[in-house]
């Protein structure tokens, strides 16, 4: 077995540990509100979830291509191999971290700053600051933004269309529309965050030498990604999901619904539109914000949002951080 073989099949190996911390870490994105309301019970929604997961794998191509070739350029060789398992490894720390705590960061920001802080030492290889910028940190502040105005006004809007309406006969339709917008969401999910561990996994084949092109997808690459993934979210993130689906706001069916609406129709446009490798949990977190608004300010429980939005904040730069002294750990490894 070839040296550059071995190299491929760690960075491999760290990718799906990757991918499976991002399914349990990132469970919450399409079930939270499904299980806070009752809609589903919590082993049902998250299988759906899992089964969403692998189906949107396969629509991720697009999502795939930035990450593996847009991000960072490294020369082929084990060297270069060395900077993607770091930066992976990164993100599997933080993951991890975040996950103890509770606190619903981005997998996918973790992820891009392991993988920026690792290629800071490395010899021969650049940072494309031009596609970070306009596919990573403008959609990074867009798509809160984006999540919190539209959950509001959708909720607004479910308001004042059924403000005449049974409370109960609508909170038991709301639950029943719950169920196929968790599965939007779950699918959602699939396209963001599955595709980026292909990306990195194509990135690795590239840069190892075993594919001439950068942006070509094989298809077991596809199948595994998409099969870590749901196992990772079957297996569930429990400390996350109590966060989102309880801690924010005190959801309803209703709020559930335009929650997972409006941030499974985010996750979507930019998949499939712009490409663009969006955070699902800050597109859910934003929109839960937004949907709780409309009751009151007040009903928002905004000191557990800031510590959201400060882990948001500093993901991309710690894990950068711990992807350089990570680097300089493992870099005589892969020389």
């Known amino acids: 077995m070839s040296a550059e073989l071995v190299a491929v099949l760690a960075v491999i190996i760290a990718a799906m540990a990757f991918d499976y911390t991002n399914g349990f870490h990132d469970a919450a ?4 509100t499904s299980v806070s309301t009752r809609a589903l019970t919590p082993r049902v929604a998250l299988a759906m979830a899992a089964v969403g997961n692998f189906i949107g794998t396969h629509f991720g191509a697009g999502v795939a291509k930035t990450v593996g070739d847009g ?10 191999l060395g900077v993607v398992f770091a930066g992976v490894l990164a993100a599997i720390c933080w993951n991890l971290v975040t ?3 509770g606190l619903p960061s981005s997998s996918s920001h973790a992820l891009f700053g392991g993988l920026v802080g690792a290629t800071f030492f490395a010899a021969g290889a650049t940072i494309e600051w031009a596609t970070i910028t306009e596919k990573v940190l403008i959609p990074m502040v867009a798509s809160p933004v984006v999540g919190l105005v539209l959950g509001f006004a959708v909720m607004i809007a479910i308001s004042w269309i059924f403000r005449r309406g049974n409370p109960g006969r609508l909170n038991r339709g709301f639950r029943h529309a719950q169920t196929v917008s968790a599965a939007f969401m779950s699918v959602g999910h699939g396209m963001q965050d599955a595709a980026k561990t292909m990306g990195i996994i194509v990135l690795a084949l590239y840069t190892g030498g075993f594919q001439s092109d950068a942006t070509h997808i094989p298809w077991w690459v596809f199948w595994t990604s998409a099969a870590v993934l749901a196992a990772g979210t079957y297996a569930g993130g429990w400390r996350i999901i109590r966060t989102l689906g ?4 005190d959801l309803g069916p209703a709020e ?7 941030a499974s129709s985010v996750l979507y446009f930019n998949a499939l539109v712009l490409h663009a490798p969006i955070s699902t949990t800050h597109t859910i977190t934003s929109a839960i914000m937004g949907v709780g608004a409309t009751k009151r300010l007040s ?15 500093i993901t ?20």
Do not use: D, M, Q
């Open 29 to 32: 994105n399409a079930i939270a």
């Open 71 to 80: 991000l960072v350029k490294l020369p082929t060789g084990i060297p270069s």
């Open 99 to 101: 996950w103890y705590f």
């Open 246 to 249: 309880r801690k924010i706001i």
């Open 256 to 262: 559930g619904f335009a929650a997972e609406t409006v």
């Open 299 to 313: 009903a928002v429980r905004w000191n557990v949002a800031g510590n959201i939005v400060l882990g948001w904040i």
């Open 316 to 335: 991309f730069p710690a894990a950068a951080a711990l992807a350089c002294v990570i680097y300089l750990a493992v870099r005589p490894l892969f020389n």
